[in-house]
T-cell receptor, first 112, second 112 residues
Framework: DAGITQSPRHKVTETGTPVTLRCHQT?????MYWYRQDPGHGLRLIHY???????DKGEVSDGYSVSRSKTEDFLLTLESATSSQTSVYFC???????????FGPGTRLTVT | SQQGEEDPQALSIQEGENATMNCSYK?????LQWYRQNSGRGLVHLIL?????REKHSGRLRVTLDTSKKSSSLLITASRAADTASYFC????????????FGQGTTLQVKP
């Protein structure tokens, strides 16, 4: 799977708790992305990064923050999880901004 | 709002038949991509077609792009049971940021 891992793969948490999801790549790709996938909505971009410490918002960024202190790691944080953030989260990487993206295996997050 | 919209939402065919999926989008693009997602897995890139291309082939896949109609189609010829998956189109909206907007997908079932 193109050298991308996500952790944890499954998580159940309670409303109001902070949650951090990790995406790790071994490909040294410059671009990294976080998406969420929900029934009826397809994949929606949350945040993306175009380099270390360089990040920008996607279309559904409210309630999420990201950090990228190293090329290989892109962290997604839910500061105070809500039930509406129950979803499957995918990380993706890309060598350039016009090319194909390689996806990780996903993290299934349930907020109770 | 979704940039790409796939049609049909679901498609069921017999092995050996051809499968055609369509994608419509709203804004100008640099390129359009097609991805496949097997159940419970991450997305896998299939093919990228640039805005100045009209048709592209990759193995049993044929993609067409009509920028005047803002639409694309994915044809899978001689389908196999292993082609059973969801298929998504994604566009970049000429943002030049690598941000992709995905459609909601077509679920293809190929019966043996």
């Amino acid at each position: 799977d193109a050298g991308i891992t996500q952790s944890p793969r499954h998580k159940v948490t309670e409303t109001g708790t902070p949650v951090t999801l990790r995406c790790h790549q071994t490909e040294n790709h410059r671009y990294m992305y976080w998406y969420r996938q929900d029934p009826g909505h397809g994949l929606r971009l949350i945040h993306y990064s175009y380099g270390v410490k360089d990040t920008d918002k996607g279309e559904v960024s409210d309630g999420y923050s990201v950090s990228r202190s190293k090329t290989e790691d892109f962290l997604l944080t839910l500061e105070s999880a809500t039930s509406s953030q129950t979803s499957v989260y995918f990380c993706a990487i890309s060598t350039d901004r016009e090319g194909e993206q390689y996806f990780g295996p996903g993290t299934r997050l349930t907020v109770t | 709002s979704q940039q790409g919209e796939e049609d049909p939402q679901a498609l069921s065919i017999q092995e050996g038949e051809n499968a055609t999926m369509n994608c419509s989008y709203k804004t100008s693009i640099n390129n359009l991509q097609w991805y496949r997602q097997n159940s419970g897995r991450g997305l896998v890139h299939l093919i990228l077609i640039r805005s100045n291309e009209r048709e592209k082939h990759s193995g049993r896949l044929r993609v067409t792009l009509d920028t005047s109609k803002k639409s694309s189609s994915l044809l899978i010829t001689a389908s196999r049971a292993a082609d059973t998956a969801s298929y998504f189109c994604a566009t970049d909206g000429i943002s030049n940021t690598g941000k992709l907007i995905f459609g909601q997908g077509t679920t293809l079932q190929v019966k043996p």
